[in-house]
């Protein structure tokens, strides 16, 4: 692992589950993939299609590239689908919930 910055304590966030993955990176040769607990894989193909172009468009924005976060290497990316997540979303380092 790389190093991690300093961060809050509140943005530490653990999934824990017996994930079930769906790769999503198609012709992009960066690695994507979608994560689950078994049950919800039918989210994944929605949460893949935007999750990659949600990705692609912070890249532009903000002109980092986030499969690489700064490190010169590429990185995998997984975002978690979170079918019944009662908070919509989170800020978690990391973590795209």
């Not at 040769?29 to 912070?58: K, W």
Request: glycine residues 8%.
């Amino acid at each position: 692992f790389y190093p991690t910055p300093i961060i809050s304590a509140y943005l530490v966030a653990f999934h824990v589950s017996d994930f079930v993955p769906t790769n999503a990176t198609s012709t992009d040769p960066r690695p994507f993939n979608i994560i689950s607990r078994p049950g919800v894989t039918d989210q994944h193909a929605y949460a893949a299609e935007i999750g990659v172009e949600i990705t692609n468009q912070l890249d532009d924005y903000f002109g980092i590239e986030y499969h690489n976060m700064g490190q010169g290497s590429v990185m995998k990316n997984d975002h978690i689908a979170l079918p019944d997540f009662p908070s919509g979303a989170m800020e978690n380092w990391g973590m795209v919930n």
